[in-house]
């Protein structure tokens, strides 16, 4: 006869019982590194806080942050506690207006009311495809005596492939799209379906009519890039580093080429691109034509391998690099 187990109790838990105040107490605690993260990770976006209680005008947004895989793509964040209420959804708007870059809206709060719900949805469904809208509720849960644990639920998301394809579909239509537009998209729509069927953690979430793709590696102004050409039959993975103007970066890590090589299993092009603030460290793979749908399956694997490479191998040195202040100061 199998033994009884004994199974614990679930029970919810007040916000106000870990956070007396939503502004002194649960804003900060949301903009702490570990958390953000954690609600990155309900969004399917790597998140780095700008600025907390952010002035926009005579008002002061909760939270601004910045999707570390575009450097002009700014997150606002908005929470409160109990029910979501008109006020909010106004400040909401009214901070989107006000604040550069800000393309994603988050609201946050411990009951999402259906008609607001519809109102992210509608703002979804008929504002222009850079912009999304995300509602989600907070929720503390315990078992028996444990210290609480929270749980972002997400009530309200775009589809952000559908209203990317949307657009692209449009723009067809519209005859506005070369074919090598035409290329990339269908090269792109491949390459992710073939990182689900991977299980792979980079994801590529909307349709693109770009030869190159950016995926995160944990600091703003560095990502890895994938790039296609059928011109120059060739493509590649690299580490772009997006400003570099006084090429301090690609130095520091140039220091390191010798073990960064070795580790990654194969020599790299060190890039300093001395007329441009970017540079790069790139792996090409030339005589191949990302037209070919038969090759597609083969440079897909050959690129997942590479980005899992430079992810493991760069993104510790590139998270200890000491900051570049005047070069980060132009990224803001």
């Not at 900060?28 to 700008?50: K, T």
């Not at 929270?150 to 775009?158: E, K, L």
Request: glycine share 6%.
């Amino acid at each position: 006869m199998s033994a009884v187990i004994s199974l614990g109790k679930f029970e919810r838990v007040p916000l106000t019982k870990a956070w007396p105040t939503e502004d002194g107490n649960f804003t900060p605690w949301l903009a702490g590194e570990s958390v953000i993260g954690l609600l990155g990770e309900a969004l399917g976006m790597e998140l780095e806080v700008e600025a907390v209680e952010h002035w926009v005008g005579s008002f002061r947004a909760d939270i601004l942050a910045r999707a570390t895989e575009e450097a002009d793509h700014r997150v606002l964040i908005e929470n409160q506690f109990g029910r979501t209420d008109h006020k909010h959804l106004g400040q909401i708007l009214t901070y989107l207006a006000g604040i550069e870059g800000a393309k994603t809206v988050v609201w946050i709060a411990e009951k999402v009311c259906e008609e607001h719900r519809a109102a992210i949805d509608w703002l979804n469904t008929y504002t222009a495809d850079d912009f999304s809208f995300f509602a989600i509720e907070i929720e503390l849960w315990r078992i028996d005596n444990s210290p609480p644990a929270p749980r972002f639920n997400v009530i309200a998301s775009p589809n952000g492939w559908t209203r990317s394809a949307r657009s692209a579909v449009r723009q067809i239509a519209e005859g506005e799209l070369a074919e090598r537009h035409h290329i990339r998209l269908a090269y792109w729509a491949s390459f992710s379906e073939f990182l689900k069927s991977k299980n792979s953690h980079f994801r590529i979430k909307r349709a693109n009519k770009d030869h190159w793709f950016e995926f995160p590696v944990g600091r703003a102004g560095f990502v890895i890039s994938d790039t296609i050409s059928t011109g120059k039959q060739r493509i590649a993975v690299e580490l772009y580093i997006s400003n570099d103007p006084g090429k301090s970066y690609i130095r520091a890590l140039h220091a390191q080429k010798e073990a960064i090589e070795a580790e990654f299993g194969q020599a790299l092009d060190w890039q300093e691109l001395p007329t441009k603030k970017a540079s790069r460290i790139a792996l090409f793979r030339t005589g191949v034509d990302p037209a070919d749908e038969a090759l597609r399956p083969d440079l897909h694997a050959w690129m997942l391998d590479k980005m899992e490479r430079f992810l493991r191998v760069f993104a510790p040195r590139v998270k200890s690099l000491p900051s570049n202040s005047a070069a980060e100061a132009r990224d803001e």
